[in-house]
């Protein structure tokens, strides 16, 4: 983690909730999926939040996470691990743009700090859940493990309808708008009408 001092008041509240949002269970299918992905040689954190920072936080795993993914067109050609800090966060930024590409909407992504500084991890968390839920729901072969880890994200399902198809909709009434069907007075009774003849002389 970077030296900085610890929260108080408003500041701890706010990282508390944050932290909060971590699971551990989520982590362990990560991790799983990781190692599945990149191989053997990239190692297992050890358990707990601190350990999976520390394992992502250089960003090389990341970068072969992504690879791995892509096919014979890797987006981040050369990986290579360091100590600087700017070179690790530089390697956490060409992640993220290129989970940007491969299509992880940028709601779902995580900032450079929350991993590097062990901001909020749980965004992290959500990324790489994103990142395996568009992996299996492509099928190009690129994904390993197993396909139950994570959801399949929901497709387009396109039609189209012909100009003949079109011109009948228009004269059907949708049943939003209320519909007139089974509307008749039959057998409605009012009870016995007014008599306005006067009988009398």
Avoid at 70 to 88: D, L, T
Avoid at 127 to 145: E, F, I, P, R
């Amino acid at each position: 983690m970077a030296n900085k001092g610890p929260a108080y008041g408003l500041s701890r509240e706010v990282q508390s909730k944050i932290d909060k949002k971590y699971d551990p269970e989520l982590e362990e299918r990560l991790v799983q999926w990781i190692m599945a992905q990149c191989g053997p040689e990239v190692g297992q954190p050890e358990p707990g939040k601190t350990g999976f920072q520390n394992w992502l936080k250089d960003g090389c795993i990341l970068s072969h996470l992504i690879n791995s993914l892509s096919g014979a067109n890797p987006p981040i050609k050369k990986v290579q691990s360091s100590s600087m800090a700017f070179k690790q966060m530089e390697r956490i930024s060409m992640f993220l743009r290129a989970a940007e590409t491969y299509g992880i909407m940028t709601t779902d992504m995580f900032q450079t700090v929350d991993l590097w500084e062990g901001k909020d991890l749980a965004a992290v968390q959500r990324t790489l859940m994103s990142l395996g839920s568009l992996a299996v729901t492509k099928n190009d072969g690129c994904y390993k493990g197993d396909p139950s880890w994570f959801h399949r994200k929901a497709q387009e399902n396109k039609r189209e309808f012909s100009d003949e198809q079109l011109m009948e909709g228009k004269s059907v009434i949708g049943l939003q708008m209320g519909t007139n069907r089974g509307a008749s007075q039959a057998g409605m009774s009012y009870g016995r009408p007014r008599q306005i003849i006067n009988n009398n002389p």
